[in-house]
């Protein structure tokens, strides 16, 4: 039997937000990692924690070429769901701590490279997974090593440092980075900071599933490392207001496919973390179907495995990425309402509400009114196609832009 949520409105509360959340916890819809129902908890603390300082020193979040999620991986060409964040620059740039931690190890990996790995007190103890947690962990990959040679590398920054012993400071430097380690399809990268935060678990979902029982916690670690830094906004509205822009691309009638481009530009910041689409019946309200995507808690992805989670199902709504070009300001990345969805529903009004949240759990709701088949009038919508996010909670401070160069 499944409970019918209430239908979403525009001034969608976030109280009414979380009990949606659990009423789909209880319908057994969400991923192992999201069957704890701690994620509130989790963003909680990392509020308290958000640095304001910058991850590689003279760069922005303007540079960062991707984000966390689905996407079409540039040095692949493949659809894939991207754990961590990406900020062009250079070899040799300065990557510093966003925040306070212990140094926990330094390594290579043969896909992530050189990498820096440093450990985080969290806030406060959260349960998660039937476990408690104290700690998160960060991964710099990628980073320049020459080994010894004449060049300053990450060999040299961390040189004297002990595993487990060495502490660092917000804005220390811990690396240099680079483009070492190999794509998937071989190959190389290019310069670029891969950015991770791993809450809870220094084990990725791979090493889980290829290494059961020596240090098996059950889950993907990996939430989106945007949760480190405070949000700020370049654009003219002034800082403490996020935007992130979803425009109707394509209005469609039922049965056929409805796309909405979800962007964010230099002005932005890729928060954009879930995305809700209900299926209303406008004279009584009701929700015929509804479905959630959600990238930190793997909501309406498979996260059973890497393979699973890198195949979109494209049955319900989904991202369909595209590729990207090194530059933040033209990503994006579709949401696509399958005509099979809608299918069937033309004997009445509907309306298809996309309801999207932010890291934070900030949220705007977007509607389209699908119309009735046959297919004779064009789409009566009852959103403007350019629906905007204007989000004010939570977020107070600017980033300091001293390390702006
Ligand atoms: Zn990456």
Redesign the pocket.
Known sequence: MRARPQPLTKAFPVSLARQLSLLLLSIGMLSSLAANGAYSDIIDSFELTRSSQFVVQGKTFDDIE?SFGTRIQSSSGLYDF?R???IDGTQGDNILAPTGGLFWEYREFSGGGHTVILQHDLNNTISYNGRNYDHYYTYY?HLFDDGGGGVAGTDDVISGWTPQVTTVSAGDLIGKMGNSGTPPGGGSYAD?L?LELRFGARSSLEFQLANPGTTQHGFDPHLNPMLLFTPYTYASSGPGVYHQNAALSNQANAGSDINFDITYTNDDMPLLNEVTVSLEEIGSGSIVKTHTLDLNQRIGFDASSTATLDTADTSKPYFSPVTPSFTASDYKNELVVPGSWTSGFGDSDHRVNVTLKDLWENSETLSVTVVPEPRTYAIISSACLLGLILVRRRFSQPLTQTDRS
């Open positions: 991707s991207h961590g964040i990406d990959m670029h891969h």
